[in-house]
Antibody, heavy 119, light 107 residues
Framework: QLQLQESGPGLVRPSETLSLTCTVSGGSISSSSYYWGWIRQPPGEGPEWIGSIYYTGTTYYNPSLKSRVTVSVDTSNNQFSLKLTSVTAADTAVYYC???????????WGQGTLVTVSS | EVVMTQSPATLSVSPGERATLSCRASQTVRSNLAWYQQKPGQAPRLLMFGASTRATGIPARFSGSGSGTEFTLTVSSLQSEDFAVYYCQEYNDWPQAFGQGTKLEIK
């Protein structure tokens, strides 16, 4: 049973970079056939898929965020990360890490972490 | 990019009654459609995948149907724990998309 846990700052200043890490337990990030992804959910809104990465390093991004997003994987620490640059108040949301197999739904989720963009 | 549209935004139903939630895709997603349930302060929980297959541990009162662009989630006899927000998500290709949700509330 995979378990995912987000970590990172809860407050980010406008124009700065949001950085989050997801630690995976219960399985190896590089030996399974999962895609590791990030989803966010602004207060009172539906979820928005941000991007995903396969352990080989192949990435997929939401076109609306692509110019500001980087998802990377650290197989040695069994973690993957999200960087979102030039943040504004519109980036305030609960950020979830999650995983899915190819052509499958998101079946394991972290508990989520609230990131507020404010000065 | 696929746009997912859910209706209605809010559905008021009495316990024990049937609830029907709809999800429409702007282009075909074949049967690559999932439903999630979300309660306050929790991550979404996978209910249904492949449009009509219940995830592990999901009660039989939940059923899904549809393919292509039109999908339905039905809860046959609402229990108190079923009142929550429901989201559909397509995973047919990248990028993936979620609907804006249907809030199922007690009437």
């Amino acid at each position: 049973q995979l378990q995912l846990q987000e970590s990172g700052p809860g407050l980010v200043r406008p124009s700065e970079t949001l950085s989050l890490t997801c630690t995976v337990s219960g399985g190896s990030i590089s030996s399974s056939s999962y895609y590791w992804g990030w989803i966010r959910q602004p207060p009172g809104e539906g979820p928005e898929w941000i991007g995903s990465i396969y352990y080989t390093g192949t990435t997929y991004y939401n076109p609306s965020l692509k110019s500001r997003v980087t998802v990377s994987v650290d197989t040695s620490n069994n973690q993957f990360s999200l960087k979102l640059t030039s943040v504004t108040a519109a980036d305030t949301a609960v950020y979830y890490c999650a995983c899915q197999k190819g052509s499958s739904p998101l079946d394991y989720w972290g508990q989520g972490t609230l990131v507020t963009v404010s000065s | 990019e696929v746009v997912m549209t859910q209706s209605p935004a809010t559905l008021s139903v009495s316990p024990g009654e049937r609830a029907t939630l709809s999800c429409r895709a702007s282009q075909t997603v074949r049967s690559n459609l999932a439903w999630y349930q979300q309660k306050p302060g929790q991550a979404p929980r996978l209910l249904m995948f492949g449009a009509s297959t219940r995830a592990t541990g999901i009660p039989a009162r939940f059923s899904g149907s549809g393919s292509g662009t039109e999908f339905t989630l039905t809860v046959s006899s609402l229990q108190s724990e079923d009142f929550a927000v429901y989201y559909c998500q397509e995973y047919n290709d990248w990028p993936q998309a979620f609907g804006q949700g249907t809030k199922l509330e007690i009437k």
